[in-house]
């Protein structure tokens, strides 16, 4: 994937535009394998791995991630697990940024 996505950048997150569409969103699905819409406005995905530390690693990275980018999901983890959920709190939905950031953490995972 040399095109995809994933090379992108987030952009500043800001209100006032508007969000994807259900469908537009959708279109983005393609890209983002295992990531799941909700309702239209939320990205979700869970993530599962051999024990706990192991969960910690990947949220370590994806912290770390998040701060280069600038964009920040919400994670929940526990052994075996993490469940990442991605939106941009200023429109309250969906925006390619979210996106980026799930494409992002895919590669993070491997997956
Ligand atoms: C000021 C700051 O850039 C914004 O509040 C950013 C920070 N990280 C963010 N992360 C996510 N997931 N959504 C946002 O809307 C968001 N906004």
Redesign the pocket.
């Known amino acids: 994937m040399t095109d995809g996505i994933a090379q992108k950048t987030c952009t ?2 800001r209100g006032g535009v508007a969000p994807l569409t259900q469908e537009a969103a959708e279109g983005y699905l393609s890209q983002t394998p295992g990531w799941e819409l909700e309702e239209g406005r939320l990205l979700r995905r869970k993530f599962k791995f051999a024990d706990f530390r192991q969960s910690l690693s990947f949220v370590d990275k994806v912290v770390r991630l ?1 701060e280069e980018e ?5 994670i929940c983890f526990g052994w075996g697990y993490a469940a990442v959920s ?6 309250k939905g969906l ?1 390619e ?2 996106f980026i ?1 799930a494409a992002k953490v895919n590669l993070i995972a491997g997956s």
Do not use: F, G, S
């Open positions: 500043p997150c998040a600038r964009h920040h999901p919400d991605l939106q941009t709190h200023k429109i925006h940024n979210d950031m």
